[in-house]
């Protein structure tokens, strides 16, 4: 082992023992799959060869299992009576081969289309009108 060289140590959450102890420059691939679905913090802690240490916290949400899509009830929603649900889950596969059943949720059609729609329709059909009369 050279001295010249920093060191990190990687750390989850707030576990005391590291996952990771290298010599920088490094390349580290982090493997998500061993860490349960939420928020997470990766505490990067550096020595250099001096002895001096430098701390490093990022904040990461992790998202392994099915992703959950709902229509028809929103976060902090007021209501009332019976609610239509719209839900579906689909799990991203094992990411060599795309999986196209159940990964797209369906959804209804925004009103703001419906408004597009009807008022495309009826300057349609004024222009037919008024093209008639015309010749």
Known sequence: MTKD????????DDDLNPIAELETP????LDT??????EHTLKIVSRSP??????????FMVSNGPTIK????????VVDGT???MINAYDKGNQKSF?????????????????????????AIYYEITSYNIQ
């Open 5 to 12: 060289k920093s060191k990190v140590f990687l750390f989850i």
């Open 26 to 29: 490094i390349v580290f691939d």
């Open 33 to 38: 799959k061993k860490l349960p679905d939420g």
């Open 50 to 59: 001096s002895g001096k240490e430098g701390i490093r916290k990022i904040n």
């Open 70 to 77: 709902i229509e028809g009830l929103k976060n902090k929603d």
């Open 83 to 85: 609610l239509s649900l």
């Open 99 to 123: 999986i196209i059943n159940g990964s797209e949720t369906p959804q209804t059609i925004p009103f703001w289309i419906w408004i597009i729609v009807i008022l495309f329709i009826g300057w």
